[in-house]
Every structure is written in structure tokens, then in C-alpha cells.
């Protein structure tokens, strides 16, 4: 397969830096992807379709197991320990095993209604979420109760149609990208909120949806609605220049 390479131009960090570059791997199908997040302890990922179902699947897209909730959709998934933390879309979150058994009942987040469209957990455990209606970067604790909040329509260039996010453990950077609605593209942040950089997905896909990181094999996986696929980059996130090499990251501890 040919691949594509993509270096991306840097807004905001100060000093020389490494830019963040995405290699395209590979692609598969895959129906209504509207979520990801990876999992190291199956090597898989868990996709989110904006049903009442969550999938799990492997790293080609075969399935493993489905999940349900008492939402009445779940339309972003995040793992949250040895556990999974899944948004309806209106702000209702519920957390479950990995079989799908409920750990509590449903709950809202701080601060009324919003379209949360993805949620990540960062390193202080705190819950972030990507909002596009209103157009919001937030943090809540693990309650739900809200602790700082970003409007996106104030960045340069502005986020106006964020989608998915992900967390890179490693650096505490957040990936979030913005669909067709917006700017088709990827938004790199630093852990506080700061813009880094950002690069079209145009030349990848269409609308993308969806994000994940696998830190340990510095894999990065995006959902694409159009097309119903997903598509596999090797990713190297924006670095000051001559940082040390990160560390690999948890990954695939079933083997």
C-alpha cells in the first residue's frame, strides 16, 4: 500500500519543536463508527455507534463482544480504569464493566444540557469532554462536577464541530478532531488546553468521527463516517525540540 505522510505546521508552543506527523498504516471498514477508545488489556478497541450498543473489536475490525447500558444510546466511550465510562450525547453519563454490568446508575454532567460528542479521562482522572453545541473543550471531576472550560470558537483556527477526543498518556496531549461540518481535521492540544497544531484529514477521509491512541506501538486510529471506515496511522506527537524519547505506554497486555 502506498503511504501517506503527513507533516503538520505548529500554532502555539514555545520553542523549537518536533511537529506531529501521521503515517498512514491501513483501513478497514466499519459501520457508524462514532467513538473509540483502545484497550490494552484485549488489544482491541471499543466503538461506540450512537445506538444502544457499544462493540468491542480488534485491531482489524473483527468483533469480540457487544455491551449495553440504561442510556438510551451510547453515543461516546471512554475507559476509565478497569472499567468503561459511555455519554449518551445530551450530557448523561453511565459507568459498566466490560461485560456491561452497570457500576452505578446514570448521571449528568455540571451544567445542563450539551451535545457531548466524545469523553476521555485525563491523568488527574478527570473526566473531558468535546462539545459541539455549544462548542466547548471541558473538565469535569469524576462526579461530574465542573472544573474548567474552554470555548473553541475562540481558537485560532477555530474548533467548531468537535466530534472525537484522545489522550496521549505519554505526554498528556489531547487529539480531538473536528468534522465535515467543520474543518475535517485534527486539533493537537497541550493538557491545559493550549492549541499545539492542526492538520486536514481531507487527503485520509471524510467526516471523521472518532479517535484513539495505542501509545505502546505510537498507533492512532481514526473514524471516518464517510466511507464507514477507520483508518491506521503511526503517529509521533509535537515535541520541544530534542525532548528524549517517550516511553512505549501500556500495550496489549493479553499477550
Keep these: ?38 484497550d490494552p488489556t484485549f488489544c482491541g ?7 444502544p450498543e457499544a462493540v468491542l473489536v480488534t485491531l482489524q475490525g473483527e468483533e469480540l463482544r457487544r455491551i449495553t447500558s440504561d442510556l ?19 450530557g448523561g453519563l453511565q459507568r459498566v464493566t466490560k461485560d456491561g454490568a452497570p457500576l452505578g446508575a446514570p448521571f449528568e454532567l455540571e451544567g445542563g444540557y450539551a451535545d457531548t460528542e466524545g469523553i ?26 465542573l472544573a474548567a472550560r474552554l470555548n473553541t470558537m475562540e481558537l485560532s483556527p477555530p474548533l ?21 461540518e467543520g474543518s475535517n481535521s485534527l486539533y493537537e492540544f ?10 486536514s484529514l481531507l487527503e485520509f477521509g471524510t467526516d471523521p468521527e472518532g479517535i ?8 492512532l486510529f481514526v473514524a471516518f463516517d464517510g466511507g464507514a471506515k477507520i483508518v491506521t496511522f503511526d ?3 509535537t515535541l520541544p525540540d530534542g525532548a528524549p524519547a517517550l516511553s512505549p505506554g501500556a500495550d496489549c497486555m493479553m499477550f
Design 160 to 180: 467548531t464541530e468537535a466530534q472525537g477526543i484522545a489522550i496521549d498518556p505519554r505526554t498528556g496531549h489531547m487529539l480531538i478532531v473536528d468534522d465535515w
Design 235 to 237: 503517529y509521533t506527537p
Design 120 to 145: 476521555a479521562i485525563n491523568a488527574k482522572g478527570q473526566i473531558v469532554t468535546v462539545e459541539d453545541d455549544p462548542e466547548r473543550l471541558s473538565w469535569f471531576d469524576a462526579d461530574g462536577k
Design 212 to 219: 484513539a491512541i495505542r501509545p505502546g506501538s505510537n498507533q
Design 1 to 38: 500500500m502506498f503511504t501517506r505522510v503527513l507533516f503538520v505546521s505548529i500554532f502555539a508552543l514555545y520553542g523549537p519543536v518536533t511537529a506531529l506527523e501521521l503515517r498512514e498504516t491501513g483501513r478497514y471498514q466499519l459501520n457508524h463508527p462514532a467513538s473509540l477508545d483502545y
Design 72 to 90: 438510551f444510546r451510547i453515543k461516546a466511550i471512554a475507559i476509565e480504569g478497569d472499567h468503561l465510562l459511555l455519554g449518551d450525547g445530551f
Design 45 to 51: 478497541l471499543w466503538i461506540a455507534n450512537e445506538g
Design 190 to 199: 497541550t493538557a491545559e488546553g493550549q492549541l499545539l497544531a492542526q492538520a
